[in-house]
């Protein structure tokens, strides 16, 4: 059974930092893209940031790039989600995701879900 837990969020203020992980069971990372996913209310579903883990390949959202760095540590199963200077925008509910593709991750559409992390960022 595919699992994804994820971990990190909280309450920041602008212009700080918040470091997401995910870990991953039932799978093993080098087969699957595996990354992030944010909806906020009211705003549509968003395609944060994916990682190809058997050849290194990332993708970003214009929205974050610069400020967020996706990595993962294939011992332990584990995806991070490293966010820098945060901004008030930023404030979602973060899902972990998984899929063989890249796209369908950032395209919002993959077959695996977390049950998400409140990421919050006042002003």
């Known amino acids: 059974e595919v699992q994804l837990v994820e971990s990190g969020g909280g309450l920041v203020h602008a212009g700080g930092s918040l470091r997401l992980s995910c870990a991953a069971s039932?799978?093993?990372?080098?087969?699957?893209?595996i990354g992030w996913i944010r909806q906020a209310p009211g705003k549509e579903r968003e395609g944060v940031s994916c990682?190809?883990?058997?050849?290194?390949?990332?993708d970003y959202a214009d929205s974050v790039k610069g400020r967020f760095t996706i990595s993962s540590d294939s011992a332990k199963n584990t995806v991070y989600l490293q966010m820098d200077n945060l901004k008030p925008e930023d404030t979602a509910v973060y899902y972990c995701v998984a899929d063989v593709w890249m796209h369908l991750v950032m395209a919002g559409q993959p077959d695996y879900w977390g049950q998400g992390t409140q990421v919050t960022v006042s002003a």
């Open positions: 990682i190809s883990s058997s050849d290194g390949r990332t």
């Open positions: 039932g799978f093993t990372l080098d087969y699957y893209a």
